[in-house]
């Protein structure tokens, strides 16, 4: 496959996952054509040498690994880890207010959204509702809407003189309202809960929900030779599915060690959840992998001390506008090759042995590498890597591929990077 075919699948990838439970959904799809077995953390599991397995957690995570035919004692874990969710708006429980005869949804912001760029989009709905069926139990379905159906209109530039040269702001509590129908009076139910009720059939009552705000807008190549790409939630469905498809190649899957795919919700707002990375979620599944082959109470221990962690998110690439904000030292480029990331505060995992680990992986895949540092003074973002790093005692590294417009509604990263990435994964996985 070229770089412009694993780019359009990775598209797809993305199109297809327009909340974090959409995207374990995609996930568990693509498992099953290589025979991955669903687990169940309420049961009981038997693992056998070479088996493919993976467990969901909270819908929105998911663990996948392959159960080396070593004992883990003896040759540590592979993992890879990225995160499910992205910036964006999310629906409240009282979910509409009628002003004006115009229905407009009620929103919170999720993490650290570019509000501007979510204004004068074709605007949609995705996500998990919760409800009772006729005979009073409680279900839940997926919901995707892939028609527009929301919009945040802008502020005409004549009743906002000054946009040009104070910025677009939205006020996070009175202006992100998004329309979303045109009544004459109180409807009920209101067009939102018709619109829900219209994807679930089996709904008698609809009680909650978990809806994620999209751009209805497909992926899209771009530049004079297509060399760049497009789309929301780049950051970080990219991470995501360059590990899995590393994965999921035979000569990768038939690996004597336990390789693991680790791919959390909740990154974005801090991971503090039950099936955040700060939850106990791959704690709790590399035990239960540890116990299938373990001869000693020591045996999870000195699995943990041979295994390595690729925490994968993306990395700022140099913006030839804002020259002002990188460290001149420490740019990376877009289509020249992986990032390795570094921060002495520990905001990502790297040190110096970590960071020698992966250029090697590099090197083998012939893979360029280039190295981003954080200017002095401006806060340091951070990844999954210190937390699962610091949870488990494993030794990390924290990678990712160069993109611009980071946590916007459209975001931008290069063809040529992303091939790269699943090259060297692979290479980890395999080595």
Same mark, same amino acid.
């Given at each position: 496959?070229?770089?412009? =075919?694993?780019?359009?699948?990775?598209?797809?990838?993305?199109?297809?996952?327009?909340?974090?439970?959409?995207?374990?959904? %995609?996930?568990?799809?693509?498992?099953?054509?290589? =025979?991955?077995?669903?687990?169940?953390? /309420?049961?009981?599991?038997?693992?056998?040498?070479?088996?493919?397995?993976?467990?969901?957690?909270?819908?929105?995570?998911?663990?996948?690994?392959?159960?080396?035919?070593?004992?883990?004692?003896?040759?540590?874990?592979?993992?890879?880890?990225?995160?499910?969710?992205?910036?964006?708006?999310?629906?409240?429980?009282?979910?509409?207010?009628?002003?004006?005869?115009?229905?407009?949804?009620?929103?919170?912001?999720?993490?650290?959204?570019?509000?501007?760029?979510?204004?004068?989009?074709?605007?949609?709905?995705?996500?998990?509702?919760?409800?009772?069926?006729?005979? !009073?139990?409680?279900?839940?379905?997926?919901?995707?809407?892939?028609?527009?159906?929301?919009?945040?209109?802008?502020?005409?530039?004549?009743?906002?003189?000054? *946009?040009?040269?104070?910025? @677009?702001?939205?006020?996070?509590?009175?202006?992100?309202? @998004?329309?979303?129908?045109?009544?004459?009076?109180?409807?009920?139910?209101?067009?939102? &809960?018709? @619109?829900?009720?219209?994807?679930?059939?089996?709904?008698?009552?609809?009680?909650?929900?978990?809806?994620?705000?999209?751009?209805?807008?497909?992926?899209?190549?771009? !530049?004079?030779?297509?060399?760049?790409?497009?789309?929301?939630?780049?950051?970080?469905?990219?991470?995501?599915?360059?590990?899995?498809?590393?994965?999921?190649?035979?000569?990768?899957?038939?690996?004597?060690? /336990?390789?693991?795919?680790?791919?959390? #919700?909740?990154?974005?707002?801090?991971?503090?959840?039950?099936?955040?990375?700060?939850?106990?979620?791959? /704690?709790?599944?590399?035990?239960?992998?540890? /116990?299938?082959?373990?001869?000693?109470? +020591?045996?999870?221990?000195?699995?943990?001390?041979?295994?390595?962690?690729?925490?994968?998110?993306?990395?700022?690439?140099?913006?030839?506008?804002?020259? =002002?904000?990188?460290?001149?030292?420490? %740019?990376?480029?877009?289509?020249?090759?992986?990032?390795?990331?570094?921060?002495?505060? +520990?905001?990502? %995992?790297?040190?110096? *042995?970590?960071?020698?680990?992966?250029?090697?992986?590099?090197? =083998?895949?012939?893979?360029?590498?280039?190295?981003?540092?954080?200017?002095?003074?401006?806060?340091?973002?951070?990844?999954?890597?210190?937390?699962?790093?610091?949870?488990?005692?494993?030794?990390?590294? #924290?990678?990712?591929?160069?993109?611009?417009?980071?946590?916007?509604?459209?975001?931008?990263?290069?063809?040529?990077?992303? !091939?790269?990435?699943?090259?060297?994964?692979?290479?980890? &996985?395999?080595?």
């Amino acid at each position: 496959m070229n770089a412009q =075919q694993t780019v359009q699948n990775l598209l797809d990838f993305i199109d297809d996952s327009p909340s974090p439970w959409h995207v374990v959904k %995609t996930i568990e799809a693509q498992l099953a054509t290589f =025979q991955f077995q669903r687990l169940y953390e /309420t049961e009981t599991w038997e693992l056998e040498n070479g088996g493919r397995y993976y467990v969901v957690r909270g819908d929105s995570s998911v663990v996948i690994f392959v159960h080396g035919k070593k004992a883990v004692a003896e040759s540590g874990f592979k993992i890879i880890g990225a995160h499910t969710d992205s910036p964006s708006l999310r629906v409240k429980p009282n979910p509409t207010t009628t002003i004006a005869g115009l229905e407009r949804l009620n929103v919170e912001t999720y993490g650290g959204a570019i509000l501007a760029t979510f204004s004068d989009r074709d605007l949609s709905l995705a996500g998990r509702v919760n409800y009772q069926t006729a005979d !009073g139990k409680l279900a839940h379905d997926l919901v995707y809407f892939q028609q527009p159906l929301l919009r945040l209109p802008n502020l005409a530039i004549h009743l906002n003189r000054g *946009v040009n040269e104070d910025g @677009l702001k939205f006020q996070k509590q009175n202006e992100l309202g @998004l329309i979303l129908a045109n009544v004459s009076e109180q409807l009920l139910p209101s067009p939102f &809960l018709k @619109l829900l009720q219209s994807q679930l059939p089996n709904a008698d009552k609809i009680l909650a929900w978990d809806l994620n705000v999209y751009d209805t807008q497909k992926g899209s190549f771009w !530049g004079a030779n297509n060399e760049f790409f497009a789309n929301g939630q780049i950051d970080n469905l990219a991470s995501c599915h360059a590990a899995l498809n590393a994965l999921l190649d035979e000569s990768v899957l038939n690996n004597d060690s /336990t390789l693991v795919c680790a791919f959390f #919700d909740h990154e974005e707002v801090g991971s503090k959840s039950c099936h955040g990375a700060s939850g106990s979620f791959l /704690t709790d599944t590399l035990q239960r992998i540890n /116990t299938a082959t373990s001869q000693s109470s +020591q045996d999870f221990a000195r699995a943990l001390a041979r295994s390595f962690l690729i925490s994968a998110d993306m990395a700022h690439a140099y913006h030839p506008s804002f020259p =002002q904000v990188y460290d001149a030292a420490h %740019t990376v480029h877009i289509n020249q090759g992986v990032v390795i990331k570094v921060n002495v505060n +520990q905001r990502y %995992t790297s040190d110096g *042995v970590s960071e020698a680990m992966f250029m090697r992986w590099c090197n =083998q895949a012939n893979v360029p590498y280039q190295m981003y540092s954080h200017r002095n003074d401006l806060p340091c973002g951070s990844t999954i890597g210190s937390l699962v790093s610091a949870k488990l005692g494993v030794r990390g590294v #924290d990678v990712g591929n160069p993109m611009w417009a980071m946590h916007s509604c459209r975001e931008s990263a290069g063809v040529f990077d992303h !091939g790269a990435m699943i090259a060297v994964m692979k290479q980890f &996985l395999k080595n």
